[in-house]
């Protein structure tokens, strides 16, 4: 012991000088490590995994048998699928017994098998999926140099935002713009254009008044937005609804997403968070999809499929991927993609989760080009197939490659 404090205390000017040193880079570093991984401690701090009491897990596998019965009986599920699934969680329900006395750990495991079958079960429902024909079968496989990059109209005074083009084959083709002009998270106005033309020449725009305050039930936070058949499908004031404003009428519906993490609860993030991007709305062949996060899912990445005219949820799949931890998501063909950063000017997308078949894989890697870290929309738009970005003030386009 002495002999060890000696040979400390011998050292001791030397570590200190290496310390002086390097101090300033150890500790950024660090602070950049403990940012990064302080997005993951919501999971622990809340004690979201601990307690998995065995009396949920019974109210859970309780739950997804009479779901499995409930589609059975409605004919969303065929004999021999219903009987499948059933005898899953039969097994599943036979190791919950003999765990119960033994190892804990698994636990987490089974969450996780029956957190796949919930995904199964409502894969094997019909949302729509006569649309996916027009699908190719296999992932992204690449992505174009940015095709289309442009300032946004109203400048670098206002960074955050959306744009994109009309997501309905069969609408007039707009181009939109929806900026972020409150504090970078509200807004009240959407300017469209009628052609691609007008809209590289920044010229005959059109401003639609969506609410005529910031900080009204449906006031536009932050830069999920999507327009889609007419109507503008949006995060709304300081909750978890989904708000549609219908171009035509100028009309408003709301639904609230259960349990949905919003005013910066589950942002997307990397090593700093992207305001208030907890619900994201997306388009794909199949229509609108709701992304966002709850705390019941751990703050993994949930997926809602929106009927689109009533705003009605119709399916809700749940990944295990952390919302905090990927700098956005979109959907194509009904898969999920999510993206992480790379470098300041690259990003890749990196994950898909398929909803037809619950499968899910992160060993994806397609980079493409942009022009800031921030990343504040990015949704692909069937009607074109291509991909289109907000990136800190600037509006990016991509093709894509299947
Ligand atoms: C911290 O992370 C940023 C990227 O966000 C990087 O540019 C910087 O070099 C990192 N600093 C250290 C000390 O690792
Ligand atoms: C993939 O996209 C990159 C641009 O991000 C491009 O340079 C490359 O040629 C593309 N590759 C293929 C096979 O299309
Ligand atoms: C588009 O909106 C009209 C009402 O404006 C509705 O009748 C129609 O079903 C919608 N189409 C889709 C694909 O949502």
New binding site residues.
Partial sequence: MVWVLLLLVSQLPLVTNLTHFKMPLFSAAIKNITEHLSQFEYINNRGLYNPLNFRLLDYEMGDLGTQIADAHKKQALDASTAQDLNDELSSIRLKVQNMQKYDKFNLLALREHIRKLKNRLESCRTYDKTQLDQCSKVLLS????PVVTQLNPYGTSYPFGAWGKESRHGSPGLYWVQSLQSSNIYGITLRTYSTFEDFVMSKNHKDISVTSSYTTTYSIQGPGTVLYNESLYYNCYKSPNVCKFDLKTNTFQHIALQDAGHDNKFPYCYYSCYGTTDIDLSVDETGLWAIYATEENYGNIVISKLDSSTLAVVQTWKTKLFKKSVSNAFMVCGVLYATRYLSPKLEEVFYAFDTVTGHDTNTLSV???KISSDIQNLHYNPTDQRLYLFNYAYMLAYEL?F
């Fill in positions: 690449n992505i174009s140099s980079p493409f080009e490659t």
